[in-house]
């Protein structure tokens, strides 16, 4: 049996997700061996729950270890771009949970001509991008964009649809949303590059790229590309309309990213997809795809997903089980999947991670969706900011 040993940089809510998934993988020996992370206490639990025998204090002596083949990256997205590159350089193959990077100059700092500061950004994320990619092929090592929804099971079977009914899809709506993040590295643009337009919206735009470029391959040996994205966003949480509010079940210490988004890409073939993602949405976490073709509809439905439903008259009663992620109370009337990790795909993923690098090809979620994403929604950051439609390079 082939062996992969990993070492996980961060100790963090997707950092468990990630060491949960790497429990669940078939065929491959794969020994999680060591965790890296700057607060101690945080890092000796996540390492004893999840039986990881290696605590290292930073990042940079997991890199030096040389028994790892493979960093994976649950960290603040300010941190993603150098960890990555010193990994590469190191001879790490990379997992990178989403996005891939970002730019996180501070809003204030820019001109206040309309547009400036959002093609600054634009820019400089791509920079950052094309900086790990470009380290990524120097080494010979493989990037692994850590994008779940690409390999949840409903998306997996509705590529196996698409196929089988042969149509063209023409419309694409999808959303995450829910009530907020309560990571401090979330809430500024310093520190998380953007919003609920890139820490949720970064899933259905992916799916959504994803989806046409499978498209594009049947149908013609090339992808279907991304032409003109229009965008608007809004720190939603800080209106009027919010702030009138005397109790909020939400999120509400948002510094200085959106809270809400919605885009509307147009593609190469003059398809379309509109994407939402909020962060001030209740009743737990909507991770929804309807894809709409010229002979069929398919609908998924991640989550909530009614594969089980509970009901409790108080929260108390289900106090000591998982219910969903998000979830504000686990009174009345609740969704709750079997394997709510396994309806979204980080199984699958870590699955395809590891496969990719023991047959040394690449992963079905890598390098250039990331790129592709980052350029999608910070094209976007434009087009709110100025409110015109914003071209994509082809």
Known sequence: MKKVIIGIIGSGFSASLHAEAFHKVYGIDV??????????????????????PVVYSNYQELLEDEDIDVV??????????????????????????????????????????????????LAGALKSTDEILKAVEQNKVKFMYAENWIYAPAVLKAKRLLQAAGGTILDIRAEESHSGSHAKASKRVETAGGGSLLILGSHPIAA?????HFEGMLKNGKPIRVQSVTADTAPI?????????????MVTDWVNVETWASLIMTFTDGTKAVILASFAVLGGIRNKLDIYTTNSVITCNMTPND?????????DIFAQ?????????????????????????????MQDFVECIVES???ISDGRLARDVIEVIYSAYVSAETGARVEIPQ
Request: hydrophobic share 35%; aromatic share 10%; proline share 7%.
């Open 361 to 363: 090809r690449e992963p």
């Open 31 to 52: 020994t999680i061996k060591a965790i890296a992370g700057t607060n101690k206490e945080r890092a000796d639990a996540f390492a004893k729950k999840h039986h990881i």
């Open 72 to 121: 994976d990256l649950c960290v603040p997205n300010v941190m993603h771009a150098q960890i990555a590159i010193e990994a590469a350089q190191a001879g790490k193959h990379i997992i990178c949970e989403k996005p891939i990077t970002g730019f996180f100059g501070s809003p204030d700092a820019s001109s206040e001509q309309e547009g400036v500061y959002s093609s600054i950004a």
């Open 237 to 249: 949480t800080k209106t009027p309309a919010f702030q009138a509010e005397h109790q909020s079940w």
């Open 307 to 315: 594969g089980c439903m509970v009901y409790a008259p108080h929260p």
């Open 208 to 212: 959504a790229i994803h989806l046409k």
């Open 321 to 349: 089980e998982y219910i969903a992620e998000k979830l504000e109370t686990k009174a009345g009337w609740n969704y709750t999947s079997p394997d709510e990790d396994w309806i979204r795909g980080y199984p699958q993923e």
